[in-house]
């Protein structure tokens, strides 16, 4: 990592409330070239709190973006970090109309040019897409990382029309303590409490919402620019990694986008920006490649950024399964259009008699983690344990490479004796030592089958085929190995399990896995894809104590031989205490919980606890946030149960319970 201090330009920072029309005030912070020139603004706009969580991530990016001649805006949602209000839903119309304004009144500033960008990554991702599809004149382009055209079946509360038990559970109660920290009297004020104790009473767990919607409903389309991509005027530089669950949304991007709008990027990365050098590499120099973008849609500058292909896609070589890779061997690919001319669909047809499939209910403890941030247990391993769990069908991989890149497509034909079940596919790449390492997977509640909006349940003991798609991957399976193709009928805790769900029967006959083969020969976009190395501004000055005591595992499985029951407890590493410059002590401590039996699925238990404790030692101001949530079921409910406690120093100034029961649409 390069860290640059010598810019085109010098740079100066304000701390601002910028108004919206209802009086309400959002913190900002803005650093700017100093020049006489109205010049850009790019605007990234999250409920993160710029003031202490992205601050780092911020320090990296937004004061680099201002050397090089742009305004670059760091904005808290309503109700977050140190802005006014009172917070809200993940996406809903009031985060998305101030969204808006806060874009038009950046562009009506004597400092702006009156052309705005914006930015940011998975939360910011999203409403820079949502507000590009409300369409505010000001609003030019957008660099859309890690982010979802898809609210309902491309993000963490479902997949294949089932709900996700990993991180329908742990985002809402991750989101329940974030919601709860207050503002921080450095900057807030005198008013930081009465500000707290108002957000306070307006908290609801998003949990309640989610589940309340378990079929793709209005709730979902609302936010979901899948619904219409013409709405979305802007140029769109959408980014993606394969080892983050919202790649497709690339893929559908370029598809459906003017190509004289959009451009597709997917690396071999995780749920982070390319630049940072977390796991799994190589790292690009990313800012660079959209100061290009920036340049080009917000000043004009021919620079040739639009004569790139359609999508520049990482194909990653074989690899041995590990839960971390520093780098990953491969090679950049170009494609014209996307479906790509180079890529075709080849039938695999499936052999053999007729197998029942009945996954025991711990299928899927070796699943990885939902969200891959760069630790070092985030990604699956080694995948004999859990084929073995499974029905196999393998494809002998014996003439030469093959290459695949987009979605692999599966068709089943099921028997089934019960009215819900789901199916789980994983592709995996087999080495001649047995070793099985995944490649990609995908999921389908049968009860969706006709579609994620309804829920049509199977007749008993009837046949019927089924057609559902894998997530897009870039992969090369060499000679020598296998592909494999693994059928469950249980993933837990990825996705919950239906009651009553006894498996199936597949038939092989009339059966077949469509794998998105590319071209291996040589073609002109892929010559000549290069990114210079990655480089960023100052970095900020956190300082992390020392452990104190051991840390705990970041992902440990725990089986109770005797009961049947396994359990898995994720510590999803954060941040730990970190020490701000302004002072800041910061802690942030959380642990999941998710425990199964592996004959009952009923038995399924998601529980999440959190501790968030905010300190200034010399304002003698320390808070802590406490919060607990937990998931479980029946046959006909989910049963949810959410507290809250908030302490000022040692008074409890907040507490609350919340006990809910959701009836479930799929049983």
């Given at each position: 990592?390069?860290?640059?201090t010598?810019?085109?330009?010098e ?12 009086g ?23 409920p993160?709190?710029?003031?202490d ?36 839903d ?10 808006v ?7 009506a500033?004597?400092?702006c040019n ?6 940011g ?6 409403n820079?897409?949502?507000?590009a ?8 382009a957008?660099?859309t990382v890690c982010?979802?055209?898809d609210r309902y079946?491309?993000?963490?509360h ?8 990993v ?5 809402a ?10 503002p ?13 104790l108002?957000?306070?009473e ?9 589940l309340a919607?378990?079929?793709r ?14 709405a979305i ?10 080892h983050?669950?919202?790649?497709d949304?690339?893929?559908?991007l ?6 004289e709008?959009?451009?597709?990027l ?15 590499g ?19 500058v021919d620079?040739?950024v ?7 896609s ?5 690899h ?9 061997p ?5 494609d014209?259009?996307w479906?790509?001319p ?13 197998v029942?499939v ?7 403890v ?22 073995a ?6 494809f002998?991989?014996a003439?030469?490479?093959v290459?695949?890149l987009?979605r692999?497509?599966l ?7 019960v009215p ?9 790449d087999?080495?001649?030592d ?6 990609t997977?995908?999921a ?8 994620r ?9 009837a046949?019927e ?11 090369t399976?060499?000679?020598?190995h296998?592909?494999?193709l ?8 990825w ?5 009553g769900?006894?498996g ?5 006959a009339?059966?077949a ?7 291996a020969?040589?073609?002109?976009e ?11 501004s100052e ?6 104590p ?5 840390e ?10 005797a ?19 302004d002072?800041l ?7 999941e ?5 592996e004959?009952?699925?009923?038995s399924?238990?998601?529980r999440?606890d ?7 030692p010399?304002?003698?101001w ?13 046959a006909?409910?989910f ?9 000022d ?9 919340w ?9």
């Open positions: 990592m390069h860290i640059r010598d810019f085109p330009y740079t100066t920072h304000d701390d601002i409330r910028v108004p919206l029309p209802d309400t005030r959002l913190y900002a912070r803005i650093w700017r070239p100093v020049t006489d020139e109205p010049v850009p603004a790019l605007l990234e706009y999250l993160y709190r710029l003031s969580w992205t601050a780092p991530r911020d320090s990296q990016r937004h004061p680099w973006y201002a050397g090089h001649g742009y305004a670059s805006v760091r904005v808290d949602v309503r109700g977050h970090g140190n802005s006014d209000g009172l917070p809200g993940e996406y809903d119309a009031t985060e998305l109309a101030d969204g304004a806060v874009v038009e009144w950046l562009a500033q004597p400092w009156g052309s705005v960008g914006m930015f990554i998975s939360w910011g991702g999203f820079s897409l949502q507000i599809a409300l369409a505010p004149e000001p609003l030019k957008v660099v982010s979802a055209d079946d491309n993000d963490v479902y997949m294949g029309g089932s709900v996700l038990g991180d329908m559970h742990a985002w109660s991750t989101m329940l303590a974030f919601v709860c920290r207050p921080d009297p450095e900057y807030a004020g005198q008013e930081w409490r009465e500000m707290w108002r957000r306070l307006a908290v609801d767990p998003f949990i309640h919402t989610w919607h378990q079929l409903d209005d709730y979902w389309k609302h936010g979901s620019v899948c619904e219409d991509y013409s005027d802007a140029a769109v530089l959408a980014v993606g990694g394969w983050d669950p919202y790649r949304t690339v893929l559908r370029v598809e459906h986008l003017p190509n709008r959009v451009r597709g997917i690396g071999p990365w995780s749920h982070q920006y390319p630049d940072r050098g977390l796991p799994p190589p790292a690009i120099g990313f800012l660079q490649e959209t100061l290009r973008w920036w340049d080009r849609h917000l000043k004009g620079n040739g639009m004569d790139e292909p359609l999508l520049r990482w194909i990653s070589e074989s041995r399964p590990a839960t971390v890779y520093p780098e990953l491969g090679r950049w690919v170009g014209p259009a479906p790509s180079y890529v075709t669909p080849t039938p695999h047809a499936l052999g053999g008699d007729p029942v009945r996954s025991p209910q711990h299928t899927g070796d699943a990885g983690r939902f969200f891959p941030f760069g630790n070092d247990a985030d990604l699956p391993p080694d995948q004999r344990e859990e084929d769990r499974s029905a196999c069908f393998e002998p991989v003439d030469g490479p290459e695949i987009g692999p497509e068709t089943l034909r099921l028997r089934m004796d819900y079940g789901q199916a789980v596919a994983r592709l995996c087999v080495a001649p047995g070793s099985s390492t995944l490649v997977r995908g389908l509640n049968l009860a969706a089958r006709q579609g909006d309804r829920n049509v349940p199977w007749q008993p003991g046949t085929t089924v057609t559902f798609q894998l997530n897009g991957i870039g992969h399976f060499p000679a020598g296998r592909i494999r693994a059928v469950s009928s249980a993933y837990w805790p996705i919950w399990p239906q009651a769900s006894d199936f029967v597949l038939e092989p009339g059966s896995l469509a794998l998105p083969v590319r071209d020969g040589e073609h002109p892929d010559t000549g894809i290069r990114f210079e190395p990655p480089e960023q970095p900020l000055r956190v300082a992390v020392a452990a104190q005591e051991e705990f595992p970041e992902r440990l499985v725990v089986r109770d031989v009961k049947g029951e396994w359990r898995l407890e994720v510590d999803p590493r954060y941040g730990g205490t970190r020490v701000y410059p002072g002590e910061f802690t942030e401590d959380a642990l919980t998710y425990t199964i039996r004959d009952d699925p009923l399924a238990r998601a999440s959190w501790t968030v404790r905010l300190r200034r010399e304002r003698a320390d808070v802590r946030v406490e919060t607990r949530s937990e998931i479980t079921c029946d006909d409910d049963v949810t149960s959410n507290e809250v406690v908030c302490r120093g040692e008074d409890i100034v907040f507490r609350r319970t006990e809910k029961r959701v009836p479930r649409v799929a049983r």
